[in-house]
C-alpha cells in the first residue's frame, strides 16, 4: 500500500500545514535549494516549511535541485543541502533532482558524489528524474532509492516513489502540486517521524605535513571531495613519474597508457578550475598544468613538478589538515 506524498517549493507559497495534514497527507518531501552552496541559492521557504512538519509530526525528506555538469560543482551542492538540513530529523529521504538540460553527459558520477557526501553525513541518499533520464542516462544507478516522474497511468519501471503528477490539487497548498505515491515505507524504515541526528563525525585524520605526497595525503583528499577512499591514485601516466618524486610515495599508480583516470583528481581539477579559473581538462590525471594549478592556489613557485619534499606538497598538507 502506498503513502500519499507532496513534493513543494517556494512556487507553492506559504503553505498551511495543518491543513495539509488534515487532507490526509502522509508524507512530504521539501527543496532545500538549488546550485552550488550559496546562500542566495537556498530555498526561501525551506525553513519555514521543515519547521513546519517538525512542529506538526509531519514526516519528511529533502530535495536539492541540481544545476552541475562538473564533479566539483556535485560536490559543492552536496555541502549545500547538508548545511540546511543540520539540526532536522528526516524520515524521508533527501534526493538530487537531476532534470536540467545540458548536464546529461556525467550525471551518474555526479549523482554518487553527492548521494555518498550525503550518505556520510548521516542521511539516506537518493536520485529524482523522469523516466526519459532514467531510461537514457542514470540506467546504471542502482545504488541509491530511485523517485521517478511519469506523468501516466503506469510507471512503468521500478522505484520506490513515483511523481504521477504535477497538476494535483491538497487543502492548504495554493495552485497546483506535485503528488506521489510512495511504495517504501520510510518513516517505519528510517524511524517514524525522525531519525536520530547523525552521530558526531569521526575526527579527521591528522597527516603529517612532510611534503611527500602518499597514501594518507590521497585518503584525507579522497574525503574531501567525495569520491572512494581507498589511499591511491590511479591510472596516471608513468611519463610524469621521474620528474615528480614528490609523488612517488606508494599512492599513484603509475601506467604507461592508463586505460582510466582517478576520480579524486578529476574533483580536485574541477575545484581549481572554480577557485581559480585554471582552465584545467578535469581529465583525471595529475601533469605539469594541474601541478602548476596546485602551486598557483597554494601560492607557491608554479613551475609544473613536485620535488621530493615539496613545499607545494607540505602547503596542500597543511590546508588538508584544516578541513
Known amino acids: 500500500m502506498s503513502k500519499f506524498v507532496v513534493d513543494v517549493s517556494h512556487h507553492q507559497g506559504t503553505v498551511d500545514w495543518e491543513a495539509v495534514k488534515a487532507a ?3 508524507g512530504a518531501i521539501i527543496r532545500c535549494g538549488y546550485g552550488m552552496d550559496q546562500a542566495d541559492q537556498d530555498d526561501r521557504k525551506w525553513k519555514r516549511n521543515a519547521d513546519e512538519c517538525t512542529r506538526l509530526g509531519i514526516p519528511f525528506g529533502a530535495y536539492l535541485y541540481s544545476y552541475a555538469d562538473s564533479t566539483a560543482k556535485a560536490q559543492s551542492e552536496a555541502q549545500h543541502a547538508i ?3 543540520t539540526g532536522y530529523k528526516l524520515s524521508y529521504p533527501v534526493y538530487y533532482d537531476l532534470e536540467e538540460a545540458g548536464t546529461e553527459s556525467g550525471a551518474v558520477e555526479r549523482a554518487r558524489i553527492f548521494c555518498e557526501a550525503v550518505k556520510s553525513a548521516g542521511y539516506m541518499p537518493g536520485v529524482y528524474a523522469n523516466k526519459n533520464w532514467w531510461d537514457n542516462y542514470l540506467s546504471g544507478l542502482t545504488e541509491y532509492t530511485r523517485w521517478v516522474a511519469r506523468y501516466n497511468s503506469d510507471l512503468g519501471m521500478e ?3 513515483w511523481q ?3 497538476g494535483g490539487s491538497v487543502a492548504g497548498i495554493t495552485g497546483r502540486v506535485d503528488l506521489n505515491h510512495c511504495y517504501r515505507d520510510f518513516p517505519t524504515e528510517i524511524g517514524f ?3 536520530p541526528a547523525p552521530a558526531p563525525a569521526p575526527a579527521k585524520e591528522q597527516i603529517k605535513v612532510d611534503g611527500k605526497w602518499g597514501p594518507a595525503t590521497t585518503r584525507r583528499l579522497q574525503q574531501i571531495f567525495g569520491t572512494t577512499v581507498d589511499g591511491k591514485v590511479s591510472h596516471q601516466f608513468a611519463s610524469y613519474r621521474a620528474s615528480n618524486p614528490g609523488l612517488d610515495y606508494g599512492s599513484f599508480q603509475w601506467e604507461n597508457n592508463p586505460a582510466g583516470y582517478s576520480p579524486m583528481i578529476k574533483a580536485f581539477q574541477g575545484c581549481l ?8 581538462k578535469d581529465d583525471g590525471r595529475i601533469g605539469p598544468k594541474t601541478i602548476k594549478a596546485i602551486q598557483t592556489w597554494l601560492f607557491c613557485g608554479a613551475d609544473g613538478h613536485f620535488d621530493a619534499v615539496s613545499p607545494a606538497i607540505k602547503k596542500l598538507q597543511e590546508w588538508i589538515n584544516q578541513q
Open 24 to 26: 490526509g497527507v502522509e
Open 83 to 85: 548545511r540546511l538540513l
Open 159 to 161: 522505484a520506490d516513489m
Open 164 to 166: 504521477y503528477t504535477s
Open 193 to 195: 517521524g525522525s531519525i
Open 273 to 280: 578550475n572554480i577557485w581559480i579559473n585554471a582552465g584545467l
